[in-house]
Protein backbone atom coordinates (compact mmCIF):
# COMPACT_ATOMS: atom_id res chain seq x y z
CA UNK A 1 0.00 0.00 0.00
CA UNK A 2 0.99 3.39 -0.72
CA UNK A 3 1.35 6.53 1.45
CA UNK A 4 -0.02 8.54 -1.15
CA UNK A 5 -3.89 6.97 -1.38
CA UNK A 6 -2.99 7.22 2.69
CA UNK A 7 -2.89 10.89 2.57
CA UNK A 8 -5.43 11.30 -0.36
CA UNK A 9 -8.18 9.53 2.02
CA UNK A 10 -6.90 11.55 4.99
CA UNK A 11 -7.18 14.99 3.07
CA UNK A 12 -10.55 13.71 1.80
CA UNK A 13 -11.55 12.79 5.13
CA UNK A 14 -11.22 16.15 6.99
CA UNK A 15 -12.79 17.94 4.77
CA UNK A 16 -15.43 16.54 6.58
CA UNK A 17 -17.40 18.22 9.34
CA UNK A 18 -14.79 16.92 11.72
CA UNK A 19 -14.18 19.10 14.27
CA UNK A 20 -11.02 18.75 17.19
CA UNK A 21 -13.80 18.93 20.15
CA UNK A 22 -12.12 19.33 23.96
CA UNK A 23 -10.36 16.91 25.50
CA UNK A 24 -11.38 16.23 29.08
CA UNK A 25 -9.35 17.65 31.73
CA UNK A 26 -8.26 14.74 34.01
CA UNK A 27 -9.35 15.91 37.09
CA UNK A 28 -9.80 13.78 41.31
CA UNK A 29 -13.12 14.33 40.90
CA UNK A 30 -15.87 15.12 38.68
CA UNK A 31 -17.40 17.86 40.66
CA UNK A 32 -16.32 19.37 44.15
CA UNK A 33 -18.83 20.67 46.59
CA UNK A 34 -17.71 23.56 49.28
CA UNK A 35 -20.36 23.13 52.07
CA UNK A 36 -21.81 20.65 54.35
CA UNK A 37 -25.31 22.44 54.85
CA UNK A 38 -28.16 21.75 53.26
CA UNK A 39 -27.41 23.29 49.74
CA UNK A 40 -24.17 21.46 49.69
CA UNK A 41 -25.57 17.95 50.85
CA UNK A 42 -28.01 18.40 48.30
CA UNK A 43 -25.91 19.14 45.55
CA UNK A 44 -23.66 16.34 46.24
CA UNK A 45 -27.11 14.09 46.23
CA UNK A 46 -28.04 14.94 42.80
CA UNK A 47 -24.75 14.35 41.22
CA UNK A 48 -23.92 10.83 43.41
CA UNK A 49 -27.00 9.73 42.19
CA UNK A 50 -26.09 10.07 38.66
CA UNK A 51 -22.55 8.62 39.64
CA UNK A 52 -20.15 11.98 38.96
CA UNK A 53 -17.56 11.41 41.57
CA UNK A 54 -17.57 13.95 43.97
CA UNK A 55 -16.06 15.29 47.05
CA UNK A 56 -17.72 17.85 49.66
CA UNK A 57 -15.88 19.51 52.04
CA UNK A 58 -17.13 20.64 54.99
CA UNK A 59 -15.52 22.60 58.09
CA UNK A 60 -18.63 22.47 59.95
CA UNK A 61 -19.75 25.88 61.24
CA UNK A 62 -23.48 25.86 59.57
CA UNK A 63 -25.87 29.17 60.16
CA UNK A 64 -28.48 27.57 62.37
CA UNK A 65 -25.90 25.46 64.49
CA UNK A 66 -27.88 27.34 67.95
CA UNK A 67 -31.32 26.45 67.10
CA UNK A 68 -32.53 23.81 69.02
CA UNK A 69 -34.73 22.20 65.97
CA UNK A 70 -35.32 22.88 62.28
CA UNK A 71 -38.82 23.89 61.25
CA UNK A 72 -40.73 24.31 58.25
CA UNK A 73 -39.08 21.57 56.09
CA UNK A 74 -42.11 18.93 55.13
CA UNK A 75 -41.35 15.71 56.76
CA UNK A 76 -38.47 17.02 59.03
CA UNK A 77 -40.72 19.75 61.28
CA UNK A 78 -38.79 19.67 65.01
CA UNK A 79 -35.59 17.41 63.83
CA UNK A 80 -32.66 19.26 64.88
CA UNK A 81 -30.51 20.44 62.09
CA UNK A 82 -27.42 18.00 63.11
CA UNK A 83 -29.78 15.33 63.09
CA UNK A 84 -31.29 16.31 59.45
CA UNK A 85 -27.30 16.53 58.19
CA UNK A 86 -26.34 12.92 59.49
CA UNK A 87 -28.93 11.43 58.32
CA UNK A 88 -28.31 13.10 55.06
CA UNK A 89 -24.77 12.55 54.88
CA UNK A 90 -25.39 8.89 55.64
CA UNK A 91 -27.92 8.82 53.25
CA UNK A 92 -25.19 9.93 50.36
CA UNK A 93 -22.95 8.03 51.68
CA UNK A 94 -24.25 5.01 50.01
CA UNK A 95 -23.15 6.37 46.68
CA UNK A 96 -19.86 4.63 45.79
CA UNK A 97 -18.92 8.11 44.10
CA UNK A 98 -19.58 10.51 46.67
CA UNK A 99 -16.87 11.62 49.66
CA UNK A 100 -16.40 13.93 52.11
CA UNK A 101 -13.79 15.56 53.77
CA UNK A 102 -13.93 17.65 57.02
CA UNK A 103 -11.50 20.48 56.51
CA UNK A 104 -11.58 24.26 55.60
CA UNK A 105 -10.93 24.94 51.61
CA UNK A 106 -8.32 28.05 51.89
CA UNK A 107 -7.67 28.35 48.16
CA UNK A 108 -9.51 27.36 45.00
CA UNK A 109 -7.68 28.00 41.84
CA UNK A 110 -9.08 27.57 38.22
CA UNK A 111 -6.96 25.98 35.25
CA UNK A 112 -9.20 25.76 32.53
CA UNK A 113 -9.10 27.49 29.61
CA UNK A 114 -12.40 28.97 27.39
CA UNK A 115 -13.15 25.81 26.93
CA UNK A 116 -13.26 23.37 29.67
CA UNK A 117 -13.17 24.33 33.56
CA UNK A 118 -11.29 23.27 35.73
CA UNK A 119 -10.48 24.23 39.61
CA UNK A 120 -7.52 23.05 42.34
CA UNK A 121 -8.50 22.97 45.85
CA UNK A 122 -6.23 23.59 48.52
CA UNK A 123 -7.93 22.41 52.21
CA UNK A 124 -5.93 23.38 55.45
CA UNK A 125 -4.57 19.76 55.60
CA UNK A 126 -2.24 20.97 52.35
CA UNK A 127 -3.59 18.49 50.25
CA UNK A 128 -5.08 19.07 46.67
CA UNK A 129 -7.64 18.29 44.94
CA UNK A 130 -9.27 18.93 41.39
CA UNK A 131 -12.36 18.75 39.76
CA UNK A 132 -13.93 19.81 36.79
CA UNK A 133 -16.47 21.93 38.46
CA UNK A 134 -17.27 23.38 41.75
CA UNK A 135 -20.25 23.86 43.65
CA UNK A 136 -20.03 26.97 46.27
CA UNK A 137 -22.53 26.27 49.64
CA UNK A 138 -20.31 27.95 52.00
CA UNK A 139 -23.48 30.07 53.58
CA UNK A 140 -23.88 33.10 55.24
CA UNK A 141 -22.93 34.60 58.46
CA UNK A 142 -25.08 36.57 60.79
CA UNK A 143 -23.47 40.16 61.94
CA UNK A 144 -25.31 40.58 65.28
CA UNK A 145 -25.76 43.68 67.07
CA UNK A 146 -23.31 44.19 70.03
CA UNK A 147 -25.64 43.73 73.24
CA UNK A 148 -24.78 41.60 76.02
CA UNK A 149 -26.93 38.45 75.87
CA UNK A 150 -27.99 38.94 72.36
CA UNK A 151 -25.35 35.76 71.02
CA UNK A 152 -26.68 33.74 73.96
CA UNK A 153 -29.85 34.25 73.02
CA UNK A 154 -29.61 33.34 69.06
CA UNK A 155 -31.73 30.75 67.49
CA UNK A 156 -33.34 30.48 71.42
CA UNK A 157 -35.80 32.71 71.45
CA UNK A 158 -34.10 35.16 69.50
CA UNK A 159 -34.60 34.55 66.00
CA UNK A 160 -34.61 36.53 62.48
CA UNK A 161 -37.29 34.49 60.99
CA UNK A 162 -41.07 33.67 62.04
CA UNK A 163 -40.81 30.53 60.43
CA UNK A 164 -37.88 29.37 62.54
CA UNK A 165 -38.87 29.47 65.60
CA UNK A 166 -42.35 31.69 66.06
CA UNK A 167 -44.82 29.02 66.04
CA UNK A 168 -42.67 27.64 69.51
CA UNK A 169 -43.52 31.06 71.26
CA UNK A 170 -46.81 31.85 70.04
CA UNK A 171 -49.29 34.14 72.14
CA UNK A 172 -46.51 35.01 74.13
CA UNK A 173 -45.17 38.45 74.94
CA UNK A 174 -43.32 39.29 72.12
CA UNK A 175 -40.56 42.14 71.39
CA UNK A 176 -39.08 43.29 68.41
CA UNK A 177 -35.16 44.63 68.26
CA UNK A 178 -34.29 46.91 65.82
CA UNK A 179 -34.76 50.02 64.04
CA UNK A 180 -38.26 52.21 64.02
CA UNK A 181 -38.16 51.65 60.02
CA UNK A 182 -38.22 48.49 60.04
CA UNK A 183 -40.46 47.50 62.73
CA UNK A 184 -43.56 47.48 60.58
CA UNK A 185 -42.09 44.81 58.10
CA UNK A 186 -41.69 42.61 61.14
CA UNK A 187 -45.15 43.22 62.17
CA UNK A 188 -46.29 41.99 58.60
CA UNK A 189 -44.50 38.72 59.34
CA UNK A 190 -45.81 37.85 62.62
CA UNK A 191 -49.09 39.43 63.83
CA UNK A 192 -51.04 36.45 63.49
CA UNK A 193 -48.67 34.91 65.80
CA UNK A 194 -48.47 37.41 68.62
CA UNK A 195 -50.82 39.77 69.60
CA UNK A 196 -48.88 41.74 73.05
CA UNK A 197 -45.87 43.02 71.43
CA UNK A 198 -43.25 45.96 72.14
CA UNK A 199 -40.90 47.05 69.59
CA UNK A 200 -37.69 47.76 71.26
CA UNK A 201 -36.09 50.62 68.56
CA UNK A 202 -33.48 52.30 71.48
CA UNK A 203 -33.48 55.22 70.13
CA UNK A 204 -34.33 55.35 66.88
CA UNK A 205 -37.88 57.23 67.44
CA UNK A 206 -36.32 60.34 66.28
CA UNK A 207 -37.38 62.54 62.95
CA UNK A 208 -35.17 61.30 60.79
CA UNK A 209 -35.87 57.37 61.60
CA UNK A 210 -39.58 58.30 60.96
CA UNK A 211 -38.58 59.88 57.57
CA UNK A 212 -36.81 56.32 57.24
CA UNK A 213 -40.05 54.59 58.35
CA UNK A 214 -42.05 56.37 55.64
CA UNK A 215 -39.51 55.25 53.06
CA UNK A 216 -40.41 51.40 53.90
CA UNK A 217 -43.70 51.94 54.38
CA UNK A 218 -46.50 54.61 53.93
CA UNK A 219 -49.06 55.17 56.73
CA UNK A 220 -46.45 52.76 59.55
CA UNK A 221 -47.66 54.27 62.31
CA UNK A 222 -51.19 54.26 61.66
CA UNK A 223 -50.69 50.62 60.89
CA UNK A 224 -48.72 49.99 64.06
CA UNK A 225 -51.22 51.41 65.99
CA UNK A 226 -54.20 49.53 64.06
CA UNK A 227 -51.83 46.20 65.55
CA UNK A 228 -51.38 47.96 68.99
CA UNK A 229 -47.50 47.41 68.59
CA UNK A 230 -45.73 49.36 71.62
CA UNK A 231 -43.01 51.28 71.00
CA UNK A 232 -39.96 51.51 73.77
CA UNK A 233 -37.84 53.88 72.26
CA UNK A 234 -35.13 53.49 75.45
CA UNK A 235 -31.60 52.88 75.54
CA UNK A 236 -30.86 49.10 75.70
CA UNK A 237 -27.78 48.01 77.91
CA UNK A 238 -28.36 44.09 77.67
CA UNK A 239 -30.98 41.37 77.14
CA UNK A 240 -30.89 38.14 80.24
CA UNK A 241 -32.62 34.93 80.02
CA UNK A 242 -34.47 34.46 83.02
CA UNK A 243 -35.64 30.77 81.72
CA UNK A 244 -34.38 27.91 79.01
CA UNK A 245 -37.54 26.98 76.83
CA UNK A 246 -34.90 24.00 76.05
CA UNK A 247 -36.04 22.78 79.68
CA UNK A 248 -39.26 24.46 80.09
CA UNK A 249 -41.62 22.67 77.21
CA UNK A 250 -44.58 21.13 76.22
CA UNK A 251 -43.94 18.42 73.22
CA UNK A 252 -47.58 17.73 73.18
CA UNK A 253 -48.26 21.31 72.18
CA UNK A 254 -44.82 22.30 70.83
CA UNK A 255 -44.39 25.36 72.91
CA UNK A 256 -41.15 26.50 74.12
CA UNK A 257 -41.67 28.94 77.56
CA UNK A 258 -38.07 30.83 77.04
CA UNK A 259 -38.30 34.26 79.45
CA UNK A 260 -36.27 37.20 78.81
CA UNK A 261 -35.41 40.48 80.47
CA UNK A 262 -34.30 43.49 78.30
CA UNK A 263 -32.56 46.03 80.42
CA UNK A 264 -32.47 49.82 79.51
CA UNK A 265 -30.24 52.64 80.84
CA UNK A 266 -32.65 53.70 83.05
CA UNK A 267 -36.15 52.31 84.28
CA UNK A 268 -37.78 49.44 84.08
CA UNK A 269 -36.92 46.80 82.54
CA UNK A 270 -39.33 44.30 80.62
CA UNK A 271 -40.28 40.64 79.86
CA UNK A 272 -40.42 38.84 76.88
CA UNK A 273 -41.15 35.10 76.06
CA UNK A 274 -39.30 35.71 72.36
CA UNK A 275 -37.59 38.75 69.87
CA UNK A 276 -37.50 39.09 66.36
CA UNK A 277 -34.40 40.92 64.75
CA UNK A 278 -33.37 42.40 61.77
CA UNK A 279 -29.74 41.64 61.55
CA UNK A 280 -28.04 41.57 58.46
CA UNK A 281 -25.73 38.91 56.62
CA UNK A 282 -22.28 38.26 55.00
CA UNK A 283 -20.58 35.71 52.87
CA UNK A 284 -19.51 33.38 55.40
CA UNK A 285 -16.31 32.17 53.46
CA UNK A 286 -13.73 34.63 51.41
CA UNK A 287 -13.51 32.51 48.80
CA UNK A 288 -16.20 33.52 46.45
CA UNK A 289 -14.63 37.01 47.10
CA UNK A 290 -10.99 35.61 46.18
CA UNK A 291 -11.92 33.68 43.39
CA UNK A 292 -13.34 37.08 42.01
CA UNK A 293 -16.69 35.52 41.62
CA UNK A 294 -19.50 38.91 40.64
CA UNK A 295 -20.98 39.23 44.24
CA UNK A 296 -23.58 42.24 45.14
CA UNK A 297 -24.90 43.22 48.32
CA UNK A 298 -22.71 40.44 49.98
CA UNK A 299 -24.65 37.61 47.80
CA UNK A 300 -22.76 35.30 45.28
CA UNK A 301 -24.45 36.31 41.69
CA UNK A 302 -26.27 33.38 40.18
CA UNK A 303 -28.44 33.12 37.27
CA UNK A 304 -31.59 31.61 39.03
CA UNK A 305 -32.57 29.05 36.08
CA UNK A 306 -29.54 26.94 36.95
CA UNK A 307 -27.64 28.85 40.15
CA UNK A 308 -24.44 29.66 37.53
CA UNK A 309 -22.35 32.17 38.81
CA UNK A 310 -20.41 34.67 36.49
CA UNK A 311 -17.25 32.17 36.56
CA UNK A 312 -17.97 29.35 33.91
CA UNK A 313 -17.88 25.76 35.79
CA UNK A 314 -19.18 27.33 39.41
CA UNK A 315 -22.01 27.04 40.81
CA UNK A 316 -23.07 29.10 43.85
CA UNK A 317 -25.94 27.45 46.20
CA UNK A 318 -28.17 27.92 49.65
CA UNK A 319 -28.15 30.93 51.47
CA UNK A 320 -24.39 32.69 50.19
CA UNK A 321 -26.12 32.91 46.96
CA UNK A 322 -28.48 35.70 45.17
CA UNK A 323 -31.66 34.12 44.39
CA UNK A 324 -33.18 36.35 47.41
CA UNK A 325 -34.29 33.40 49.90
CA UNK A 326 -32.49 32.14 52.96
CA UNK A 327 -34.14 28.60 53.75
CA UNK A 328 -33.49 24.97 53.88
CA UNK A 329 -36.06 24.49 51.57
CA UNK A 330 -33.99 26.62 49.11
CA UNK A 331 -31.03 25.42 50.10
CA UNK A 332 -32.43 22.13 49.12
CA UNK A 333 -33.98 23.36 45.95
CA UNK A 334 -30.46 25.28 44.85
CA UNK A 335 -28.38 22.66 45.32
CA UNK A 336 -30.44 19.97 43.52
CA UNK A 337 -30.69 22.60 40.58
CA UNK A 338 -27.44 23.21 40.36
CA UNK A 339 -26.48 19.25 40.49
CA UNK A 340 -28.56 18.80 37.58
CA UNK A 341 -27.56 21.45 35.42
CA UNK A 342 -23.94 20.84 35.72
CA UNK A 343 -24.31 17.54 35.43
CA UNK A 344 -25.68 17.61 32.22
CA UNK A 345 -22.81 20.41 31.16
CA UNK A 346 -20.16 17.86 31.62
CA UNK A 347 -22.14 15.34 29.50
CA UNK A 348 -22.39 17.34 26.97
CA UNK A 349 -18.68 18.07 27.25
CA UNK A 350 -17.86 14.67 27.47
CA UNK A 351 -20.26 14.03 24.20
CA UNK A 352 -18.46 15.79 22.15
CA UNK A 353 -14.92 14.77 23.31
CA UNK A 354 -16.47 11.34 22.61
CA UNK A 355 -17.79 12.14 19.01
CA UNK A 356 -14.34 13.74 18.26
CA UNK A 357 -12.25 10.50 19.73
CA UNK A 358 -14.95 8.53 17.50
CA UNK A 359 -14.46 10.36 14.43
CA UNK A 360 -10.70 10.09 14.68
CA UNK A 361 -11.11 6.45 15.14
CA UNK A 362 -13.38 5.75 12.33
CA UNK A 363 -11.69 7.83 9.70
CA UNK A 364 -8.70 5.65 11.22
CA UNK A 365 -10.19 2.54 10.46
CA UNK A 366 -11.50 3.68 7.36
CA UNK A 367 -7.89 4.24 5.76
CA UNK A 368 -7.53 0.69 7.21
CA UNK A 369 -10.09 -0.67 5.02
CA UNK A 370 -9.57 1.41 2.12
CA UNK A 371 -6.02 -0.10 2.41
CA UNK A 372 -6.80 -3.40 2.41
CA UNK A 373 -10.11 -3.38 -0.24
CA UNK A 374 -8.05 -1.37 -2.59
CA UNK A 375 -4.45 -2.41 -2.22
CA UNK A 376 -2.73 -1.26 -5.34
CA UNK A 377 -5.14 -1.10 -7.97
CA UNK A 378 -5.77 2.14 -7.16
CA UNK A 379 -2.57 3.45 -7.79
CA UNK A 380 -2.62 3.71 -11.50
CA UNK A 381 -5.64 6.54 -10.99
CA UNK A 382 -3.67 8.15 -8.04
CA UNK A 383 -0.33 8.77 -10.60
CA UNK A 384 -3.11 10.05 -12.61
CA UNK A 385 -4.70 12.31 -9.87
CA UNK A 386 -0.94 13.46 -9.63
CA UNK A 387 -0.50 14.11 -13.07
CA UNK A 388 -3.44 16.38 -13.25
CA UNK A 389 -2.48 17.97 -9.80
CA UNK A 390 1.01 18.53 -11.87
C1 LIG B 1 -30.83 30.55 64.27
C2 LIG B 1 -31.28 30.09 62.92
C3 LIG B 1 -32.34 29.20 62.82
C4 LIG B 1 -32.78 28.78 61.58
N1 LIG B 1 -33.84 27.93 61.49
C5 LIG B 1 -34.29 27.54 60.29
C6 LIG B 1 -35.46 26.72 60.19
O1 LIG B 1 -36.08 26.37 61.21
N2 LIG B 1 -35.87 26.36 58.95
C7 LIG B 1 -35.22 26.77 57.83
O2 LIG B 1 -35.63 26.40 56.74
N3 LIG B 1 -34.13 27.55 57.89
C8 LIG B 1 -33.65 27.95 59.09
N4 LIG B 1 -32.56 28.76 59.16
C9 LIG B 1 -31.86 29.10 57.92
C10 LIG B 1 -30.90 27.96 57.56
O3 LIG B 1 -29.96 27.81 58.60
C11 LIG B 1 -30.16 28.27 56.26
O4 LIG B 1 -31.05 28.65 55.25
C12 LIG B 1 -29.40 27.03 55.77
O5 LIG B 1 -28.51 26.57 56.76
C13 LIG B 1 -28.63 27.34 54.49
O6 LIG B 1 -27.91 26.22 54.10
P1 LIG B 1 -26.51 26.35 53.36
O7 LIG B 1 -26.14 24.97 53.05
O8 LIG B 1 -26.60 27.36 52.30
O9 LIG B 1 -25.52 26.99 54.46
P2 LIG B 1 -25.03 26.43 55.87
O10 LIG B 1 -26.02 25.48 56.44
O11 LIG B 1 -24.68 27.62 56.68
O12 LIG B 1 -23.73 25.60 55.50
C14 LIG B 1 -22.53 26.22 55.07
C15 LIG B 1 -21.49 25.14 54.94
O13 LIG B 1 -20.33 25.64 54.30
C16 LIG B 1 -19.19 25.20 55.02
N5 LIG B 1 -18.07 26.05 54.65
C17 LIG B 1 -18.04 27.39 54.47
N6 LIG B 1 -16.81 27.78 54.10
C18 LIG B 1 -16.05 26.66 54.03
C19 LIG B 1 -14.69 26.41 53.70
N7 LIG B 1 -13.86 27.39 53.35
N8 LIG B 1 -14.25 25.13 53.74
C20 LIG B 1 -15.06 24.12 54.08
N9 LIG B 1 -16.36 24.29 54.39
C21 LIG B 1 -16.84 25.56 54.37
C22 LIG B 1 -19.66 25.24 56.46
O14 LIG B 1 -18.83 24.53 57.32
C23 LIG B 1 -21.01 24.58 56.28
O15 LIG B 1 -20.86 23.20 56.17
C24 LIG B 1 -32.12 29.22 60.41
C25 LIG B 1 -31.05 30.10 60.51
C26 LIG B 1 -30.63 30.55 61.75
C27 LIG B 1 -29.50 31.51 61.84
C1 LIG C 1 -8.47 23.49 26.85
O1 LIG C 1 -8.00 22.43 27.65
C2 LIG C 1 -8.30 21.15 27.12
C3 LIG C 1 -7.96 20.09 28.15
O2 LIG C 1 -6.73 20.31 28.77
C4 LIG C 1 -7.53 20.99 25.80
O3 LIG C 1 -7.83 19.74 25.24
C5 LIG C 1 -7.99 22.08 24.86
O4 LIG C 1 -7.24 22.03 23.69
C6 LIG C 1 -7.85 23.45 25.47
N1 LIG C 1 -8.54 24.42 24.62
C7 LIG C 1 -8.07 25.63 24.40
C8 LIG C 1 -8.95 26.51 23.58
O5 LIG C 1 -7.01 26.02 24.86
C1 LIG D 1 -17.18 14.89 59.75
O1 LIG D 1 -18.21 15.71 60.24
C2 LIG D 1 -19.47 15.06 60.32
C3 LIG D 1 -20.53 16.09 60.64
O2 LIG D 1 -20.20 16.79 61.80
C4 LIG D 1 -19.38 13.91 61.31
O3 LIG D 1 -20.61 13.24 61.37
C5 LIG D 1 -18.30 12.96 60.83
O4 LIG D 1 -18.13 11.93 61.79
C6 LIG D 1 -16.98 13.69 60.64
N1 LIG D 1 -16.04 12.78 60.02
C7 LIG D 1 -14.81 12.63 60.47
C8 LIG D 1 -13.98 11.66 59.71
O5 LIG D 1 -14.37 13.25 61.41
C1 LIG E 1 -2.69 22.49 42.72
O1 LIG E 1 -2.10 23.32 43.70
C2 LIG E 1 -1.05 22.69 44.40
C3 LIG E 1 -0.63 23.60 45.53
O2 LIG E 1 -0.33 24.87 45.05
C4 LIG E 1 0.08 22.34 43.44
O3 LIG E 1 1.09 21.67 44.13
C5 LIG E 1 -0.48 21.47 42.34
O4 LIG E 1 0.52 21.23 41.37
C6 LIG E 1 -1.67 22.12 41.67
N1 LIG E 1 -2.27 21.19 40.72
C7 LIG E 1 -2.70 21.57 39.52
C8 LIG E 1 -3.30 20.51 38.68
O5 LIG E 1 -2.60 22.71 39.12
C1 LIG F 1 -28.36 51.56 71.09
O1 LIG F 1 -28.19 52.93 71.31
C2 LIG F 1 -26.98 53.28 71.96
C3 LIG F 1 -27.05 54.75 72.28
O2 LIG F 1 -27.24 55.48 71.12
C4 LIG F 1 -25.82 52.92 71.05
O3 LIG F 1 -24.61 53.20 71.68
C5 LIG F 1 -25.91 51.42 70.71
O4 LIG F 1 -24.91 51.11 69.78
C6 LIG F 1 -27.25 51.08 70.16
N1 LIG F 1 -27.35 49.65 70.00
C7 LIG F 1 -27.66 49.08 68.84
C8 LIG F 1 -27.68 47.61 68.83
O5 LIG F 1 -27.91 49.74 67.85
C1 LIG G 1 -35.99 58.52 71.30
O1 LIG G 1 -34.66 58.51 71.78
C2 LIG G 1 -33.82 59.40 71.10
C3 LIG G 1 -32.42 59.18 71.62
O2 LIG G 1 -32.42 59.21 73.01
C4 LIG G 1 -34.32 60.81 71.32
O3 LIG G 1 -33.51 61.71 70.61
C5 LIG G 1 -35.74 60.91 70.81
O4 LIG G 1 -36.28 62.18 71.08
C6 LIG G 1 -36.61 59.88 71.48
N1 LIG G 1 -37.94 59.90 70.87
C7 LIG G 1 -39.04 60.13 71.55
C8 LIG G 1 -40.32 60.10 70.78
O5 LIG G 1 -39.04 60.34 72.74
C1 LIG H 1 -49.13 20.49 77.58
O1 LIG H 1 -50.30 21.01 77.02
C2 LIG H 1 -51.41 20.14 77.13
C3 LIG H 1 -52.55 20.73 76.31
O2 LIG H 1 -52.78 22.05 76.68
C4 LIG H 1 -51.73 19.96 78.61
O3 LIG H 1 -52.81 19.06 78.74
C5 LIG H 1 -50.51 19.40 79.31
O4 LIG H 1 -50.75 19.36 80.70
C6 LIG H 1 -49.30 20.29 79.06
N1 LIG H 1 -48.13 19.66 79.58
C7 LIG H 1 -47.24 20.32 80.31
C8 LIG H 1 -46.05 19.54 80.79
O5 LIG H 1 -47.37 21.50 80.60
C1 LIG I 1 -20.06 40.22 36.36
O1 LIG I 1 -19.67 41.55 36.55
C2 LIG I 1 -19.16 42.15 35.36
C3 LIG I 1 -18.63 43.51 35.74
O2 LIG I 1 -19.57 44.23 36.49
C4 LIG I 1 -20.28 42.21 34.34
O3 LIG I 1 -19.80 42.75 33.13
C5 LIG I 1 -20.78 40.81 34.06
O4 LIG I 1 -21.89 40.85 33.20
C6 LIG I 1 -21.19 40.13 35.37
N1 LIG I 1 -21.53 38.75 35.07
C7 LIG I 1 -22.57 38.13 35.60
C8 LIG I 1 -22.82 36.73 35.16
O5 LIG I 1 -23.29 38.64 36.43
Not at 46 to 68: H, I, M
Not at 363 to 380: C, D, F, T, V
Request: charged share 20%; proline share 4%.
Amino acid sequence: MTWKIATLLSAVLSLGSFTAAESIPKTDYDVIVVGGGPAGLSALSGVSRVRRTALLFDNQEYRNAPTRAMHDVIGNDGTPPATFRGLAREQISRYPTAHFKNSTVLSIVPYGNSSVSAFNVTDDTGKSYTSRKLVLGTGVSDVLPDIPGVDEAWGKGLFWCPWCDGYEHRDQPFGILGNIADVLGSVLETNTLYSDIIAFVNGTDTPAGEVAATGQHDGWKEQLEAWNVKIDNRTITRIERTQDGETHQNKTTDQQFDKFLIHFTEGEPVERGAFIINAPTVQHSTLPAQMGLNITNEKIDVVTSSMRTSMAGVWGVGDANSDASTNVPHAMFSGKKAAVYLHVEMSKEDSQSKVSKRSGLSQRELMKEAIRAIGSNLEPQWEQVEKREV
